[in-house]
């Protein structure tokens, strides 16, 4: 991922990574250089793995010269080619935030031909505007990996209708959740006229993927005004001052509260009723999730893979769309039900409990295994 040095699409690499070194494999890890290594990257390294860490574009003079010199020295070549080249894997695995990132890198796209090699897309557009000879490009990169995992069957859908092509190589992964030591999480008291509602945003402050813009629109509405409810949003990132102002231009100070990020999820369900997943893009909301799992019903806007875990009415309610309208007519139907929402939550429990994969890194890696261990049978 290259806009923050931690998110959700860094957890499927690095927990396949983290068990890879755990069953005794020599792992190189080529990403982003940012000023300090997020904790879980600091944790691989303590445990032997290798580091490359890929210099982020800065569009001065400076660094620019700096990077042209660096390649005429080394005959064109990246420093990341050359290493890669002198670890020479069996088998690589390549995440990207988006879904069409490694096309962007030709180096190492071109260097990837030689080696059998996994491609993760951890997002999608739609609608996104290609012509045909990027349809025909992007087409080529996906048929060139051995396997293109894709994270929900709504983002594999919508990727097949834009390429107008079967991608017969991808499926559909769960990514690995951040789960408290026991859950569900005991509901909070439930709501009474003196009692205040409370519901998480549980997100970075991302407006343009996350949606929390619209959503303070939304509760913007006169109906809002007379309701006993609190919207708790949890994250950082880079809109939390644009966020701050929102508030205060909806005049909605002290119904909203933005408390940062909470690694542990179990104090977020011990004080939160309901979780508000108004994302305007994003093929895997992790939250959607866990927070089925502590026992919460959600309401969420229809993105990713939204539709394949929350049902309409049993679990949670589903907006259309990221938009204040569609969120505001779900937000209604669950506030009329609200005294619903703790049987939600724990069917939604029972139900995410059934079909959670237990091991998804593990089971990657075996697959990565089986995979260099083919190429290698038929060289």
Known sequence: MYDAPW???????????????????????????????AAPLKALQRDGAQFYLRPRYDDSLAFRVKSRFKRVLNGGELDEIRVLKKFAPDVVLVSQGG??????HAQVRAWLRQKPYSLICHNYQDPVRLNEFQREQFTTMF????????????QLKTIRRQLATELPNARVVQNPLNLPTSYPIAYPEADTSELTTQLAVVASFDVDRKGQDVLLEAFSAEQWHR?????NLYGHGPDRTYLERLIRYYGLEERVTLHGHVSDSSRIWAKNHLLVLPSRIESG???????????????AA???????????????????????????????????CRDKWQ???????????????????????????????RHSIAK
């Open 302 to 336: 229809d993105v990713g893979l939204v539709r394949m875990w929350l049902d309409e009415g049993e679990t949670g309610f589903i907006a259309d769309a990221s938009t204040a309208a569609s969120l505001n007519a779900a937000l209604e139907r669950a506030w009329a």
């Open 285 to 299: 909301p992790m939250v959607l999730q866990e927070s089925l799992l502590c026992g919460r019903a959600v309401v």
């Open 227 to 231: 309701r006993n409810w609190h919207l």
């Open 99 to 104: 879904w069409n990132d490694l096309f962007y």
């Open 143 to 154: 048929a060139e990996a051995q396997e293109v995992l894709m994270i929900s069957a709504n």
């Open 343 to 373: 049987s939600m939550g724990h069917e939604g429990y029972e139900r995410t409990y059934q079909r959670l994969e237990n091991k998804p890194a593990a089971a990657l890696l075996n697959q990565l295994i089986e995979v260099a261990s």
């Open 7 to 37: 998110g959700g699409s860094e957890v499927l690499w690095s927990d396949v990574a983290a068990e890879a070194l755990a069953q005794g494999h020599e792992v190189l890890i080529c990403t982003h250089a940012w000023p300090e290594l």
